[in-house]
């Protein structure tokens, strides 16, 4: 079944990361498309990034994106991923697979102000309840914004968990993080 097309503005001179986000709200890309697209463009930061040099002096907002323990899926938090790159944001990617305490270390020693959790199998989404208790009682929830996404996951999960927003797709979860950072998370 063809998505429904819904109306499309284009945005003037859009990097091309958001150009496909773009595309993606007014349904003319479908995954293939965006997979590219956030491949295309990770491959491009990744050498500016080390063309930079920005280690310590990076002063752009920091949010740190996991896939929790037992889950290896990584498409939707890699598309998440390049995308939050080209709205400017410092993305730190911890990877697949990770536990509990990887989560509660990883934004002791990195300090995000954003901590997306991904869950992509019902089996492992109760894995973010756990991550949120842990940096509650390791003292760092108060410190930072707690995302969740993933295919099993809706608003109402994200609610009772204890997080601070849930976004259904990419395009949301960036637009989620700006409102975040603009009301001073």
Request: hydrophobic share 50%.
């Amino acid at each position: 079944m063809p998505r429904v097309q819904a109306p499309c503005r284009r945005a003037r001179a859009k990097a091309g990361i958001r150009e496909a986000g773009t595309l993606w709200d007014c349904n003319r890309y479908r995954v293939p498309d965006v997979i590219l697209a956030a491949d295309a463009f990770s491959e491009a930061v990744a050498v500016i990034e080390q063309r930079l040099h920005l280690g310590s002096n990076d002063v752009r907002p920091k949010v740190l994106l996991g896939v929790v323990e037992g889950d290896v899926h990584d498409l939707g938090k890699n598309i998440v991923a390049a995308m939050l790159r080209g709205a400017g944001l410092h993305v730190v990617d911890l990877g697949v697979d990770q536990p509990v305490a990887a989560f509660v270390e990883a934004v002791r020693m990195e300090q995000p102000q954003i901590l997306g959790i991904g869950a992509y199998m019902s089996t492992t989404m109760l894995a973010v309840p756990e991550i949120i208790q842990a940096l509650e009682n390791a003292g760092l929830r108060a410190s930072v914004k707690v995302l969740v996404g993933g295919v099993p996951t809706s608003q109402q999960f994200a609610d009772a968990a204890g997080a601070d927003g849930w976004a259904p797709d990419a395009s949301a979860a960036v637009r989620l993080v700006t409102q975040l950072l603009e009301s001073g998370a």
